[in-house]
């Protein structure tokens, strides 16, 4: 049965009809027109579906929309800010960390949740906090330089 919900979707409310059931991606992807978070696996274990829920990672395939009415959400979309990049987005560019690109959004997102929490995370605290997102180009050392040199530039206000 379908059912009025509001989202707040990348600080915007959204007011949708849909089967509280319907999963969150779904609800992005196909209703919001917002393809920034990927369907991988649908069982939260590639992490290319990722969103910011309430400043936390979430993998958003399997999660009903009935379970995020009262979070804040945000996409990969949503990290940019008035026609400027997200350090992060801007230091993927920059390291050239990704090639087919399917899981960057996902990565990002978990980047983000990580920086928020530890604006100085080491190597190997990056390495954990991404280790629910598989990437199959090897792009793994250049993912890490990225989410470094964004840490840095945060830092030091570069951004």
Known sequence: MNGQVTLNINGSDHHVDVP????????????????????????????????????????????EVSTVVAKNIITVEGLAHAGELHPLQQAFLDEQAGQCGYCL????????????????????????????????????????RAVLRAAAAMRDGVA
């Open 20 to 63: 509280s059931t319907l999963p969150l991606l779904d609800l992005l992807r196909n209703h919001l027109g917002l393809k920034g978070s990927r369907y991988g696996c649908g069982l939260e274990q590639c992490g290319a579906c990722m969103v910011l829920l309430d400043g936390e990672a979430a993998y958003s395939c399997s999660r």
């Open 105 to 144: 959004s996902g990565i990002l997102i978990a980047s983000k949740a990580l920086l928020d929490r530890n604006p100085n995370p080491t190597r190997a605290e990056v390495a954990s906090a991404l280790d629910a997102n598989l990437c199959r180009c090897g792009s793994h050392p250049r993912i890490l």
